[in-house]
T-cell receptor, first 117, second 110 residues
Framework: DSGVTQTPKHLITATGQRVTLRCSPR?????VYWYQQSLDQGLQFLIQYYNGEERAKGNILERFSAQQFPDLHSELNLSSLELGDSALYFC????????????????FGEGSRLTVL | GENVEQHPSTLSVQEGDSAVIKCTYSDSASNYFPWYKQELGKRPQLIID?????GEKKDQRIAVTLNKTAKHFSLHITETQPEDSAVYFC?????????FGKGTMLLVSP
């Protein structure tokens, strides 16, 4: 158990719908990362938050948004869903800021598997 | 941004053989290179990492080498066992964040 909790574990929805994925980081971790894992694309970085503020942004679609709350949990919102959004979405946390001089191990949650029909 | 290429995409070995997975990165400023192992249906977990001020690091049967000049790093697994079968991801910490390669599926046959 990594200490990172993601809900829901599985989610099936229809095209055009909106979903929210939730992540609780390990106790004490201030950084939260979101990654999308598709079959042939590996782990694609979406976005990172550190202590409530956006730290870095990857190839996150405009239909997707995220935030980190004062209690440090994070939510990833996916809207106007398309078939291609079906994937495993991982949240990871780290105690470090994630800057070039301050980076280290990421602890991944079990992931939220999204299926868009 | 950082771009990480990983080869091969699949690797089949016999139990007891060695396995080598290679990665290249594009951002010369990258300074942190972890390797993650993901077993089927499970989350990625860190198995070893190396920082740019070190050329090689070992931990029992696994080792990682880094060539900063050529911008490539490799994972070496010796005396492979069936439980080593998994997908392995390399990653590089560039300017903005941690970028992963597309993964190598390692199959170790008894």
């Amino acid at each position: 158990d990594s200490g990172v909790t993601q809900t829901p574990k599985h989610l099936i929805t229809a095209t055009g719908q909106r979903v929210t994925l939730r992540c609780s980081p390990r106790s004490g971790d201030l950084s939260v990362y979101w990654y999308q894992q598709s079959l042939d694309q590996g782990l694609q970085f979406l976005i990172q938050y550190y202590n409530g503020e956006e730290r870095a942004k990857g190839n996150i679609l405009e239909r997707f948004s995220a935030q980190q709350f004062p209690d440090l949990h994070s939510e990833l919102n996916l809207s106007s869903l398309e078939l291609g959004d079906s994937a495993l979405y991982f949240c990871a946390s780290s105690v470090l800021q994630g800057t070039p001089a301050n980076t280290g191990e990421l602890f991944f949650g079990e992931g939220s598997r999204l299926t868009v029909l | 941004g950082e771009n990480v290429e990983q080869h091969p995409s699949t690797l089949s070995v016999q139990e007891g053989d060695s396995a080598v997975i290679k990665c290249t990165y594009s951002d010369s400023a990258s300074n942190y290179f972890p390797w993650y192992k993901q077993e089927l249906g499970k989350r990625p977990q860190l198995i070893i990492d190396i920082r740019s001020n070190v050329g090689e690091k070992k931990d029992q049967r696994i080792a990682v080498t880094l060539n900063k000049t050529a911008k490539h790093f490799s994972l070496h697994i010796t005396e492979t066992q069936p439980e080593d079968s998994a997908v392995y991801f390399c990653a590089a910490r560039g300017y903005s964040t941690l970028t992963f390669g597309k993964g190598t599926m390692l199959l170790v046959s008894p």
